[in-house]
């Protein structure tokens, strides 16, 4: 089946992101609703959405709209139909009708749905339409979110449904995951469930609900907005809507009837109009005390509020086995969570899949877990899991494996796609090597260095691990949701509040040194960026000989943000890449202005598109939709330059003080119009000493050297001063960074 051209019914949050996905896949789609002004604003909303959900906005119109009375036509030429209407199946069955009596022959015709069975969906259709028709459950944001669930059952043309998933992983980089025809399909089944536990386990332990979260999050491998925090973020109203779904599919002894029961306070927070963040709050709220807010938390016993606590557990570090074996309330809350979302989800084998990895891969994909419940299992360890079980009767998976004890169960990752996928090599290694930031995974003909703290920020072991692992081609890859979100500040900032800046000193230069080694290693370095790339992971990146990056990155220099500059290279890189353009080599302050509006407003791409025209990536550099592939992409490069030279070193010509006039013109307009205040304003400078070239003249040629100097001498002025130290611990405590 060869899909060239789609129509989507339903311009809603849903209808709207498949077809700006396809719009970002080159493939012609139509938008059609019930107007064809109801489409338009679709359409429009597409284009202004944050996070944006076009990786090339000048691309919008690629995204034809019209209405389901006058356009239905183009049903016609449709290879495939998507129906994302509202969930009413009075509505779907007429839309059906319409469209099977419109499509091309062997047209497939799919349902976005959520929750309604495919029996449902499809029995008014003919046993011939049967067959091409399934559901595609697409995840929200759409372009963001990784899974997509292809619903089957008995009455499908599986190579059909075989084509379709091939072409929705090539052509739309999805996680797609054949799965069967129950209710809640695969990962709404188990991360509703999940959800449920943590929290009625919370209610029964009398956890307050900053406990529960501080576990229920990167603990155990899971966002850190927790279960609470979740759930105000989807709607308490909605959760709701989707357990009574679940009550009434599922059988009354089903394991998820008792987690999905009513609480009394949840009801009274819906009836009260404390519904989550859309509504005056939930389980969290924020409260106006004068001029100060103050986040504030219910009291699960009492449904009182009060100002919500930090909750140090030691750790955020994912380790199951230290965690669950903790003799306090967070170890026994932890095992409780975490062994009943492994018995559950072992139950539902082969029902749901015949895979359980598919299980592990759907939470990761659509959930954003570090690790599914069977990788848990794993990591926990068979015998210790089953020492410590206190039953699981009628589970014919664990029966099984209580009696062989097989702790090498888990057998390969990822079966759900042929792609030669990280999570699969890593299985595969010789040997691992690596520190507390970073593992080195090594091979016979390359090496893998993965980051793995938080949000991977990088410190001096990140630094060893990829100085170690160049003595091979080297591939700088991972699999969490970020590639790196820049150094540790929290690292750097408790050597400031020693007043240790030698040690802060002696790091920079060591990052410096490292990334100077990658550039210039005797074997190639290729990075692998998706999700945030920024700072510090910029420079990593940057400095990389070749990228090979996922459409969904954010990339960029944000220092400037938190009163700092680029000191890994950022600033020498990105005057390199613009020092080699037309208007640079005719105009000597050319490159320095161009990249000082750049660092200087912190300004990032949201895609590759996005980043070519800043410089941040260059046009050779590979762009790919799936990110399964950045492994696979990253090796056909390493075979391509099997007779890797490495770069000659970047020597630089820059005007020095003569362009500083019309830098701080610029500076002058916006300090007098209050756009920066200041300390902003010595940020700002101290950018431009450096992107001048310092003490210099054009005809002076400075070395890579020279300028890691100059970053790192303004770097060190900046981080003594209290203003930068005060704007770094606000972005740590908040997430947000504090205005000029």
């Known amino acids: 089946m060869d899909i060239k051209k789609v129509v989507v019914i339903g311009s809603g949050t849903m209808g709207s992101g498949i077809a700006a996905h396809l719009c970002n896949a080159n493939v012609p789609v139509t938008l059609l609703d019930l107007t064809t002004e109801i489409s338009e604003k679709a359409r429009d909303r597409i284009f202004k959405s944050k996070p944006p959900l076009l990786l090339d906005k000048s691309q919008i119109e690629n995204i034809k709209v019209g209405n389901?009375?006058?356009?239905?036509?183009?049903?016609?030429?449709?290879?495939?139909?998507?129906?994302?209407?509202?969930?009413?199946?009075?509505?779907?069955?007429?839309?059906?009708?319409?469209?099977?009596?419109?499509?091309?022959?062997?047209?497939?015709?799919?349902s976005n749905t959520s929750s309604i069975p495919i029996k449902v969906l499809s029995e008014k259709l003919t046993t011939e339409e049967k067959k091409d028709f399934c559901i595609t459950h697409f995840f929200n944001p759409v372009r963001y979110m990784g899974l997509l669930e292809i619903v089957k059952n008995e009455n499908n043309d599986l190579a059909k449904i075989n084509s379709l998933k091939k072409f929705c992983e090539v052509e739309l980089g999805k996680g797609a995951i054949v799965c069967n025809d129950t209710p809640g399909f695969l990962g709404n089944r188990i991360g509703v469930f999940a959800m449920q536990v943590a929290l009625t386990e919370a209610f029964k332990m009398k956890l307050s609900i900053e406990e529960a979260d501080a576990i229920f999050g990167r603990p155990m491998g899971i966002p850190k907005t927790g279960v609470f925090g979740l759930y105000d973020l989807i709607g308490i109203d909605l959760m709701a809507d989707v357990l009574k779904s679940f009550i009434k599919e599922l059988s009354a002894n089903d394991p998820f009837q008792e987690v999905a029961k009513e609480i009394p306070l949840v009801k009274k927070l819906i009836e009260t109009g404390?519904?989550?963040?859309?509504?005056?709050?939930?389980?969290?709220?924020?409260?106006?005390?004068?001029?100060?807010?103050?986040?504030?938390?219910?009291?699960?016993?009492?449904?009182?509020?009060?100002?919500?606590q930090k909750i140090n557990i030691g750790s955020d570090k994912v380790d199951l086995k230290s965690l669950i074996s903790r003799d306090d309330k967070f170890g026994k809350y932890a095992w409780s969570v975490i062994s009943k979302i492994i018995k559950y989800s072992s139950s539902l084998v082969p029902g749901i899949t015949k895979d359980f990895n598919d299980i592990d891969e759907a939470m990761r994909l659509g959930f954003n877990w570090t690790k599914g419940p069977f990788e848990m299992l794993e990591e926990i360890g068979?015998?210790?899991?089953?020492?410590?079980?206190?039953?699981?009767?009628?589970?014919?998976?664990?029966?099984?494996?209580?009696?062989?004890?097989?702790?090498?169960?888990?057998?390969?990752?990822?079966?759900?796609?042929?792609?030669?996928?990280?999570g699969k090599v890593k299985k595969k290694a010789v040997s691992i090597d690596g520190n507390n930031s970073a593992q080195i995974y090594h091979f016979n003909d390359y090496n893998i260095v993965e980051f793995t703290t938080k949000a991977n920020a990088l410190d001096y072991d990140s630094m060893d691990a990829l100085k170690k692992a160049t003595d091979k081609p080297l591939i700088i890859i991972n699999e969490s949701m970020q590639f790196s979100a820049?150094?540790?500040?929290?690292?750097?900032?408790?050597?400031?509040?020693?007043?240790?800046?030698?040690?802060?000193?002696?790091?920079?230069?060591?990052?410096?040194?490292?990334?100077?080694?990658?550039?210039?290693?005797?074997?190639?370095?290729?990075?692998?960026?998706?999700?945030?790339?920024?700072?510090?992971?910029?420079?990593?990146?940057?400095?990389?000989?070749?990228?090979?990056?996922?459409?969904?990155?954010?990339?960029?220099?944000?220092?400037?943000?938190?009163?700092?500059?680029?000191?890994?290279?950022?600033?020498?890189?990105?005057?390199s890449r613009w020092l080699d353009t037309d208007e640079a080599k005719k105009n000597p302050n050319y490159a320095p202005l161009k990249v000082f509006d750049i660092i200087g407003y912190g300004k990032t791409a949201t895609s590759p598109v996005e980043a070519e025209p800043m410089k941040y990536l260059k046009p050779e550099d590979k762009k790919i939709m799936n990110r399964n592939s950045l492994l696979e992409v990253s090796k056909e490069i390493l075979n391509e330059n099997k007779d890797f030279k490495a770069p000659l070193?970047?020597?630089?010509?820059?005007?020095?003080?003569?362009?500083?006039?019309?830098?701080?013109?610029?500076?002058?307009?916006?300090?007098?119009?209050?756009?920066?205040?200041?300390?902003?304003?010595?940020?700002?400078?101290?950018?431009?000493?450096v992107l001048s070239g310092g003490d210099t003249t054009i005809d002076k040629t400075l070395t890579e050297d020279d300028l890691f100097k100059l970053e790192l001498d303004a770097f060190m002025r900046l981080i003594e001063t209290k203003q930068t130290q005060d704007r770094i611990k606000h972005t740590l405590a908040t997430g947000k960074p504090l205005v000029n």
């Open 649 to 689: 070193e970047t020597k630089f010509n820059l005007p020095g003080k003569v362009v500083l006039p019309e830098m701080n013109k610029i500076l002058e307009k916006l300090y007098n119009d209050k756009v920066i205040l200041n300390h902003g304003l010595k940020v700002a400078q101290e950018l431009a000493h």
């Open 68 to 110: 389901i009375n006058d356009n239905f036509d183009v049903v016609k030429e449709a290879d495939w139909v998507v129906e994302a209407v509202v969930e009413r199946i009075d509505i779907k069955h007429n839309i059906y009708e319409k469209i099977f009596k419109n499509r091309k022959e062997g047209a497939i015709v799919s």
């Open 382 to 422: 068979v015998e210790d899991f089953f020492n410590k079980i206190d039953e699981f009767g009628g589970n014919e998976f664990l029966e099984s494996l209580s009696k062989t004890k097989n702790q090498d169960f888990y057998g390969s990752r990822q079966k759900y796609t042929e792609i030669e996928t990280l």
């Open 486 to 575: 820049g150094v540790n500040l929290t690292y750097t900032m408790d050597f400031a509040d020693k007043g240790d800046f030698k040690s802060i000193e002696k790091f920079i230069k060591y990052f410096q040194e490292t990334c100077k080694h990658l550039k210039y290693s005797e074997h190639p370095v290729i990075s692998a960026p998706s999700g945030l790339t920024l700072g510090g992971g910029f420079e990593v990146m940057v400095q990389s000989n070749f990228v090979a990056s996922h459409t969904n990155i954010v990339v960029g220099l944000v220092e400037t943000i938190v009163g700092l500059i680029p000191a890994g290279g950022g600033c020498k890189e990105m005057l």
């Open 274 to 308: 404390y519904t989550g963040r859309k509504g005056k709050g939930g389980f969290y709220r924020m409260n106006k005390t004068g001029a100060t807010k103050v986040m504030e938390a219910i009291n699960l016993e009492t449904g009182e509020y009060s100002a919500s």
